[in-house]
């Protein structure tokens, strides 16, 4: 029904920066909230960044004034800008979409694969 797509992500030395991508496609009539989360070894999935649909951001405290997440919503894009990244950056990056899908009402979430995000001291 819905594919989710993130790309971006690399090796990087601290410091540096990364601009992630998330494609949403599918049977979809529109996307809520959209946001990133983030998994390191051994340790819980958790929030990152996330958007609603009309522009409101939130951010967690660990990534305030480095990260930017922003959106397209003719494209059923969301973008993750990462500056100033730390080691402890250092995880796979998800996407993750609320969809309203075609035809069926609520909303859905549906989840990308992941794309790995390695920084170096």
């Known amino acids: 029904q819905v594919r989710v797509v993130e790309s971006g992500g690399g090796l990087v030395q601290a410091g540096a920066s990364l601009r992630l991508s998330c494609a949403a496609s599918?049977?979809?009539?529109?996307?809520?909230?959209m946001g990133w989360y983030r998994q390191a070894p051994e340790k819980q999935r958790e929030l990152v960044a996330g958007?609603?649909?009309?522009?409101?951001?939130h951010y967690e405290e660990y990534v305030k004034g480095r990260f930017t997440i922003s959106r397209d919503n003719a494209k059923n894009m969301v973008y993750l800008q990462m500056n100033s990244l730390k080691p402890e950056d250092t995880a796979v990056y998800y996407c993750?979409?609320?969809?309203?899908?075609?035809?069926?009402?609520?909303?859905?979430?549906?989840w990308g694969q992941g794309t790995q995000v390695t920084v170096s001291s």
């Open positions: 599918g049977s979809i009539d529109r996307i809520n909230d």
């Open positions: 958007i609603t649909n009309d522009g409101k951001t």
């Open positions: 993750n979409a609320r969809v309203v899908l075609l035809g069926i009402p609520g909303a859905y979430p549906f």
